[in-house]
């Protein structure tokens, strides 16, 4: 059965900084591009950023470009989201999510039930 | 990028009547590969999102035949035969073709 399971969330000041983790377990890790997506309360959902099944190849959305990188270690099945120079605007849920292709996502067919980023002062 | 349209916002239906969604993309979403990444996701209240339908129109594992999804190019659509009290949630459409990765606005299916 595959899990994926978020952590590292919590209360952020602005400016300040969080790492978020996903523990991986059910299926072969490297083999699958892995993602993050965020959805602010009440809002809809928000691609933030994935990493090819090597970890190779990173892509980010333009909000957290340069202040969000995405890393994962295969040997222990685990994604990680570092989270600097936070913004209140980065206050969301964050969900940990698989993708069905190696290198590209194509698709997302499992999520994490998501770890809640508040920036506030 | 790409920009996915959702209509409509909210439907309300009665249960065991049928409800569609629509999901409009701003370009093709047909890969080079060939396959066209479309899915369609739920978000029940409180919850995770979920895979309902990927490439179009193919059901993930355990997603009850009621869900069926259809389109080509830029335009697609999400169909539940007859809606259930579960069913009620949030619907997204989403494209995997290209980065970014793009999500539709969201349509919430509630009951009358």
């Not at chain 2, 080079?32 to 209240?45: F, I, K, V």
């Amino acid at each position: 059965e595959v899990q994926l399971l978020e952590s590292g969330g919590g209360l952020g000041q602005p400016g300040g900084s969080l790492r978020l983790s996903c523990a991986a377990s059910g299926f072969t890790f490297s083999n699958y591009a892995m993602s993050w997506v965020r959805q602010a309360p009440g809002k809809g959902l928000e691609w933030v950023s994935s990493i090819s099944g090597s970890g190779a190849i990173t892509y980010f959305a333009d909000s957290v470009e340069g202040r969000f990188p995405i890393s994962r270690d295969n040997s222990k099945n685990t994604l990680w989201l570092q989270m600097n120079s936070l913004r209140a605007e980065d206050t969301a849920i964050y969900y940990c999510a698989k993708g069905y292709c190696t290198t590209g996502v194509c698709f997302f067919d499992y999520w994490g039930r998501g770890t809640l980023v508040t920036v506030s002062s | 990028d790409i920009v996915m349209t959702q209509t409509p916002l909210s439907s309300p239906v009665t249960l065991g009547q049928p409800a569609s969604i629509s999901c409009r993309s701003s370009q093709s979403l047909v890969h080079s590969d060939g396959n066209t990444y479309l899915s369609w996701l739920q978000q029940r209240p409180g919850q995770p999102p979920r895979l309902l339908i990927y490439k179009i129109s193919n059901r993930f594992s355990g997603v009850p035949d009621r869900f069926s999804g259809s389109g080509a190019g830029t335009d697609f659509t999400l169909k539940i035969s007859r809606v259930e009290a579960e069913d009620v949630g949030v619907y997204y459409c989403m494209q995997g073709t290209q980065f970014p990765l793009t999500f539709g606005g969201g349509t919430k299916v509630e009951i009358k």
